[in-house]
């Protein structure tokens, strides 16, 4: 702790969703939704794919 002191960090609490929430995931669901119905959305997407890793790709 006295580390993270000495570099300027102090503790703090980060609230964060809880992902257990059947209702986190609808809330998750709805922007993406939004995201994929914009008129914007083929060229975000040309700019993400770029950017993006695979999960599902074998190295």
Known sequence: MQGLRAGRLRPGT??????????????????????????QNAEEQAFVDPISINLNERA
């Open 14 to 39: 980060l609230w964060v969703p809880d992902t257990w929430s059947l209702r986190c995931d609808e809330e998750a669901r709805r922007p993406s939704a939004l995201v994929a119905a914009s008129p």
